[in-house]
């Protein structure tokens, strides 16, 4: 291979809710510090609202189809996700050709939100390498892979439910998409969508570590090959092997002085919060 200034170039492509990119920001932050280059891509709208702190991540876009004002300007989530498909796909295409255009930093894998199976099809059709990354726990992964794979049938009519690694599980145990499967149809089939290619995905990664959901890892390893990657927060508060890494580095909202937080926290009864 032709020797490099870096590993590799991966490009990680998050669904655009700042509980989805911050995951995917703090496990950049861990690629670049073994040597590769990382790029984190979402989509316009976001890039254009976000306020990031990191210099040592490289932030692109592709489009939504909605560039302007994202999920708000669409008419309905299905027209959302629908439109975020077709013209993802596209975008994702064209982000990749540039890459491979600048000489440069070609793109060498695609590291997907799960919730965007699409992208693997794409990663595909380049001959890259496409890893699956799942921002929920391991138990909500594979409560989810369950009724995907039809071992689970909605609504859930006898609880509680046994699924391998975990405790039994009653309704209110459940992802609110599994308890009230007709409260939110088009997330529904977004979440059991993750698994629609995956078998196709060169990794599987999950949110979450080992020794937090042993058992329930122990469990989902053994119907398909999955490396948990987690905890994904900033460095400082874990094993502080990266460098100045002490904050999450992304935010879409603007927080309240902390004083009005702590007050509002002391107004409550002793015990009543969990913070």
């Not at 890459?99 to 590291?111: A, F, L, T, Y």
């Not at 909500?140 to 859930?156: M, Q, S």
């Not at 509680?160 to 690694?165: K, Q």
Request: aromatic share 10%.
């Amino acid at each position: 291979m032709e020797k490099k200034a870096y590993g590799a170039h991966a490009l990680l492509l998050s669904y655009p809710t700042q509980g989805h990119i911050n995951p995917m920001l703090q496990f950049s932050k861990r690629l670049v510090s073994k040597g590769l280059k990382a790029t984190l891509a979402t989509t316009l709208s976001i890039t254009k609202s976000m306020q990031l702190d990191c210099s040592s991540v490289q932030i692109d876009a592709i489009s939504d189809g909605y560039d302007d004002g994202g999920f708000a300007q669409a008419e309905s989530v299905e027209a959302y996700l629908q439109r975020f498909q077709a013209v993802g796909s596209q975008t994702l295409a064209e982000l990749i050709r540039k890459h491979k255009r600048s000489g440069q930093v070609p793109i060498d894998c695609i590291i997907y939100d799960a919730f965007l199976p699409w992208a693997l099809d794409v990663a595909k059709e380049f001959g890259l390498v496409g890893a699956a990354f799942f921002t929920q726990t391991c138990a909500v992964t594979y409560i989810f892979y369950y009724v995907h794979h039809g071992l689970l049938t909605l609504p859930v009519s006898s609880p509680p439910v046994s699924i391998p690694g975990l405790p039994l599980l009653d309704l209110e145990d459940m992802p609110s998409f599994i308890s009230a499967p007709d409260s939110y149809p088009a997330y529904l089939k977004m979440v059991l969508d993750q698994f629609c290619n995956v078998d196709k995905a060169d990794c599987i990664l999950v949110n979450s570590f080992y020794k937090l959901e042993d058992s329930v890892v122990d469990a989902m390893s053994k119907v398909c090959t999955l490396l948990t990657i987690g905890p994904t927060i900033p460095s400082f508060f874990s094993d502080k092997r990266v460098n100045d890494d002490m904050a999450y580095g992304l935010n879409f909202f603007k927080a309240h002085q902390s004083e009005t937080c702590i007050e509002w926290l002391s107004s409550k009864p002793k015990g009543s919060l969990t913070y």
